[in-house]
């Protein structure tokens, strides 16, 4: 890339070339004055780029995607080498996160990829090289740099896998990248089943549809076992429905719709469809409600802030532990002063009903703690107060801590991050099993 008449022109990319190599200019001196020489401060880096942006939207189309595609690839190469070289000098992944976030726009899940890229790298530093070139695109260098944190960094230094990687597109080296984890965490003497069961877990998500979903996973018997269980109860459905009797298109439901409430009816109340599968214990649930000035209940909400439907209200009403919160005035059970470090499950349920899931990265309710905004134990010894508390989920909070942040809400109600005074940090205590010690989480 170089200057000629006030212009950018690009030269052919030498595969890894100067980005990585570290070379910052030609060593021909007859280049002089037309290729960068040395280093650009930070003010000079945004005139260059904007120049660098107009000279790309003045080119043919196909033109200037190659370069952007060339100019992201080597962006997220140079990215991971400054992480790289931070961790180098002991930063934690926690810190990587924040720096890899200056705008504070990123999402959580983006942080920390970012910080695993930087990881990989200081493992292998060739993987940058491998991005730069194309060699291994950006998916595959995530994929790569999550198995790295799966495998203590064997996954990137594996010669073969890589070679793999390198020849394959992302959607092949998923599986190839997938079965090296698993063949490498598994014990010499451990069977399929007992890895699969080792690694068994469920999940809950939302969907890019909009909808919410639970995933289970394990082993393939008792997978197995769900999936005939499920798609017996669904064919009872289905036989409800009329079966063969009633033509396909006349059903209410199609059969992803009965096999989701074949499911559902397990542990939820049917719901008009005549199947009931016993006896189950009423589950809690925690809604938000507004009272108008003539006592009438309205804008019925779940936890998550979603609406809740009459219909659905009802069979709650019917089936379920109602627990309501109504926010007027500092009640008495939500505002413990000094006198108690932890909430009650009483202020846990407010916090619930008030912000919904972590107020920081969006994480459901069921996964976060109640978290002190001026910790219980630091000098200004924060009260166990609602107006001194939110939820924030178990990752949040230990990165609180440990990058020693404080939590508020600004003028429009967001909640941010800054860093914490002195007055705010809790002493530090001992960590279990070394002579470290570490912040107090509140």
């Known amino acids: 890339m170089t200057f000629v008449d006030d212009q950018l022109r690009f030269e052919d990319h030498p595969g890894s070339g100067s980005a990585g190599s570290g070379s910052a200019g030609s060593d ?3 280049s002089a004055g037309t290729e960068f020489e040395g280093m650009l401060q930070p003010g000079e ?25 060339w100019l992201k690839r080597n962006l997220a190469a140079t990215e991971a080498r400054v992480l790289a070289a931070a961790k180098e000098q002991g930063m934690s992944d926690r810190e990587a996160e924040d720096l890899a976030d200056q705008s504070g726009k ?9 910080a695993k890229r930087g990881e990989a790298v200081k493992n292998n530093p060739r993987l940058a090289n491998d991005v730069e070139d194309g060699s291994v695109s950006e998916e595959q260098f995530d994929d790569l740099a999550d198995a790295d944190a799966k495998t203590d960094g064997a996954a990137s230094k594996n010669p073969k896998l890589m070679d793999d990687v390198r020849g394959s597109n992302a959607d092949q080296s998923k599986d190839l990248i997938k079965a090296f984890v698993n063949n490498h965490n598994a014990a010499d003497d451990e069977t399929e089943h ?18 919410e979903a639970i995933m289970a996973e394990g082993d393939g018997a008792t997978i197995d076992s769900i999936w005939d269980f499920i798609r017996s109860k669904a064919q009872d459905l289905y036989t409800a429905d009329g079966g063969r009797d009633r033509p396909k298109d006349q059903h209410d439901r199609t059969n992803a719709q009965r096999m989701f409430d074949a499911f559902a009816n397990q542990f939820t109340p049917a719901s008009g469809d005549g199947t009931d599968s016993g006896s189950r214990q009423r589950p809690t649930i925690v809604l938000g409600a507004t009272i108008n000035d003539d006592g009438v209940i309205t804008d019925l909400r779940n936890a998550d802030g979603s609406p809740v439907p009459p219909s659905v209200f009802d069979r709650y009403f019917c089936n379920a532990e109602l627990i309501g919160i109504l926010f007027d005035g500092k009640g008495q059970p939500l505002w413990q002063g000094h006198s108690h470090r932890h909430a009650t499950r009483r202020q846990l349920i407010a916090l619930i009903a008030r912000d919904r899931g972590c107020v920081l990265c969006r994480a ?6 109640a978290h002190h905004l001026i910790p219980w134990a630091a000098p200004l010894k924060g009260k166990t107060d609602i107006d001194n508390m939110a939820l924030v989920c178990q990752d949040c909070h230990h990165r609180i801590h440990d990058t020693k942040q404080t939590l508020f809400q600004n003028e429009q109600g967001v909640w941010k991050l800054r860093k914490a005074t002195a007055d705010e940090i809790p002493p530090d205590r001992p960590s279990r099993g070394a002579d470290r010690t570490r912040p107090q989480r509140e």
């Open 364 to 369: 459901p309710h069921d996964q976060c703690v």
């Open 45 to 69: 880096l945004r005139p260059t780029f904007e120049l660098l942006t107009n000279t790309l939207m003045a080119m043919p189309t196909p033109d200037a995607m190659v370069e952007i595609s």
């Open 194 to 211: 007992q890895r699969q069961r080792r690694l068994r877990k469920m999940s809950r998500f939302s969907t890019k549809r909009g909808t």
């Open 28 to 30: 021909d001196p007859d």
């Open 106 to 114: 990123k999402s959580k899940a983006n942080r920390k990829k970012a």
